[in-house]
């Protein structure tokens, strides 16, 4: 157990965290904490909860009970705009982009400012937003696509969109489900390449399955099981637990 | 030539060119009064066709009870104009003098306290802006904030307006009932009856149009306008990049219930009278109708519709009146299955790119719907 530590120290500190479905149980008194600029990866089997957990984090889906406390705020109490502004930034397993938009307007959309309606209503699109907008474009290698409809991106150039996306947010917290499902082998390369330069200065928490591209990234990996914690610890740790080998590895 | 305008891009300014050139020149020309006052008529429709696209095209969100907002907005108007025409002189036979005469017949003797403020002209201006947009701010409160949207969020408009009917029509006594109100006669002592007042109102009307086509062209090409769109594919998206997507729906709603009420209070104007029969579930679904034929994710589009399919309704249901319906429902499954995007997606398909050779100098950009979307986005 983690009784030891100072709460104070964690950016996000997930304890006792409970939800339950009609009775089952999806996450069942889940705790555990992530400090700064911590980067960990939470793997497990289908049907483990891990989707779950980022659910919960990011507001998605309300926690039966425990707590999640982020900075010290709580947030199971808060809606996902506010959470958003809080400083937690969610990325989907699906690529969730405006396909209508174009990836300048995408970008724009996402830039933390005019958040209201009537701030909407008068935001302005000036050069900062300009610049921050074609900055974060060429860090997720879309520099060239800018007037682009996002339709037309493929697969993996959506998936970057969204990690854009999240990017213009500055999450101190970036949460990533499967980043990298989906993608061509170069395209995981480039996404390896990415994820590592945008983790920097933040904590991001990712569910991944490609076991691969967990030892390239992890500081510490979080096993899930049935809705709990089967296993935590550095990828070294995690990979010789026997239990681990049993229900997720050995497969 | 202006072109390039930031306001409008060049297809759009050649749409409002030819809107502005056909209503404020050619109809009033060649038009005569009865013929021009029924294009008055259809354009109360546009309004409410504005407001969908905003509403429905742009944020996604059916909204199948618009009738409730024009009839709010056109009971307002009413209200004020039946009370000028209820002066006492013109009253005096009634047993209570200077009370509406549908009042008086259901024995009503004094004027009911909601009725009073309708006196004041200013009052009715903002009682026709105010009332169904408080209205709209909280249905649209109520549902939005529960994630109340699509199919569900339709049918309760729907509700709604067979809702506000049933109240109409059984409150016969301050509502004038299923006959509505009518007999209206001036504006401030001004007759509005006469066909010089037909023509001057029919003006009024057309400039008030042009007004929300600007006020909806503004809010499409602010980010807001972009919000929309990209709520109407990503709700999620929106609400995790730090947007409540309740406010911004409700937002549109209202702004669809204001420009419906303006077309309300114009209809009363124009038309002469306003009844339950413009409120209710089939009235409301016409106008979603005519949005959905000239074209939901276009404002002149839309406007075109409300315009030729309500041509079409006065001149197919004076010959067939009881085909009509049928041709109307039909009209309605051919553009969701064949032209999903109405008239403007026909024109902007095949007749735009036609236009687009003309002006070789200048290259077609690749989507209609949202060329001016992308005109914002620097250039490279």
Redesign the interface.
């Known amino acids: 157990m983690l009784i030891g530590h100072q709460p104070k120290d964690f950016l996000l500190a997930v304890s006792g965290l409970t939800v339950s479905f009609d009775g089952f149980k999806a996450v069942n008194d889940l705790s555990f904490y992530v400090e700064e600029n911590e980067i960990r990866v939470i793997i497990g089997p289908n049907g483990a909860g891990k989707t779950t957990v980022l659910d919960l984090i990011c507001g998605k889906t309300r926690a039966t009970s425990g707590s999640i406390q982020f900075r010290g705020k709580e947030l199971t109490k808060m809606r996902e705009n506010e959470i958003v502004q809080t400083g937690v930034g969610r990325k989907f397993q699906t690529p969730s982009v405006f396909e209508d938009l174009t990836v300048f307007e995408n970008l724009e959309i996402s830039f933390p400012r005019g958040r209201t309606v009537f701030g909407s209503l008068t935001f302005q699109r000036d050069q900062l937003v300009k610049d921050r907008v074609e900055e974060v474009a060429e860090m997720i290698f879309l520099k060239d696509k800018l007037n682009t409809y996002a339709d037309e991106l493929s697969h993996g150039q959506k998936q970057w969109l969204e990690i854009g996306m999240l990017l213009i947010q500055d999450p101190d917290l970036l949460m990533l489900d499967e980043p990298v499902a989906g993608m061509s082998v170069s395209e995981r390369a480039k996404t390896a390449e990415l994820l590592n330069r945008i983790i920097k200065n933040r904590s991001v928490l990712v569910i991944e399955h490609d076991m691969k591209f967990v030892e390239d990234i992890a500081h510490k990996v979080t096993v899930l099981h049935q809705g709990q914690i089967l296993s935590e610890g550095t990828m070294e740790k995690v990979k010789n637990d026997p239990k681990v080998i049993e229900v997720y590895l050995g497969h | 030539m202006i072109i390039n305008s930031r306001f409008f891009n060049r297809s759009e300014l050649m749409g409002f060119i030819a809107l502005a050139a056909v209503l404020f020149v050619i109809l009033p020309l060649t038009l005569d009064v009865f013929r021009l006052n029924l294009v008055a008529k259809y354009l109360t429709y546009a309004f409410v066709a504005i407001g969908l696209v905003l509403c429905w095209g742009y944020g996604g969100i059916l909204s199948l009870g618009q009738g409730v907002f024009f009839g709010l907005g056109g009971y307002c108007m009413a209200m004020f104009l039946k009370l000028e025409a209820s002066s006492v002189e013109n009253t005096k036979i009634q047993s209570t003098p200077g009370i509406p005469d549908f009042m008086d017949w259901n024995q009503i003797t004094a004027l009911p306290f909601f009725w009073q403020p309708f006196h004041s002209l200013t009052f009715t201006i903002l009682a026709i802006i105010m009332v169904p947009g408080l209205f709209a701010l909280i249905i649209g409160t109520a549902m939005f904030k529960r994630r109340v949207g699509g199919t569900y969020f339709a049918i309760i408009t729907q509700a709604v307006a067979a809702i506000l009917t049933i109240l109409i029509v059984g409150q016969q006594g301050y509502t004038g009932g299923i006959n509505g109100m009518t007999d209206l006669r001036t504006l401030k002592g001004w007759d509005i009856r006469p066909d010089h007042a037909k023509i001057i109102l029919y003006f009024v009307e057309v400039v008030l149009l042009f007004a929300c086509i600007g006020i909806a062209q503004f809010?499409r090409l602010?980010?807001?306008g972009?919000?929309l769109?990209?709520m109407?594919?990503?709700e999620?998206?929106?609400?995790?990049?730090?947007?409540?997507?309740a406010?911004?729906k409700i937002?549109a709603f209202c702004m669809a219930a204001v420009f419906a009420a303006i077309g309300g209070a114009m209809f009363a104007l124009n038309v002469g009278f306003m009844s339950p029969s413009f409120v209710g579930i089939v009235p409301s679904i016409e106008m979603v109708i005519y949005t959905a034929v000239g074209g939901r994710m276009s404002i002149f589009g839309a406007v075109w519709g409300a315009i030729l399919v309500n041509f079409a309704k006065t001149s197919l249901s004076e010959s067939f009146p009881q085909l009509w319906l049928f041709g109307l429902g039909a009209l309605f499954i051919a553009v969701v299955l064949a032209f999903p995007n109405g008239l403007s997606g026909l024109w902007a398909d095949y007749v735009q790119p036609r236009i687009d050779r003309l002006f070789a100098s200048h290259k077609p950009k690749?989507?209609w719907?949202?060329n001016s979307?992308?005109d914002?986005?620097?250039a490279?």
Do not use: C, H, M
């Open positions: 809010i602010t980010k807001l972009r919000i769109v990209a109407r594919e990503q999620d998206r929106v609400r995790f990049s730090g947007y409540s997507v406010n911004f937002f690749a989507g719907t949202d979307v992308a914002g986005a620097p490279e």
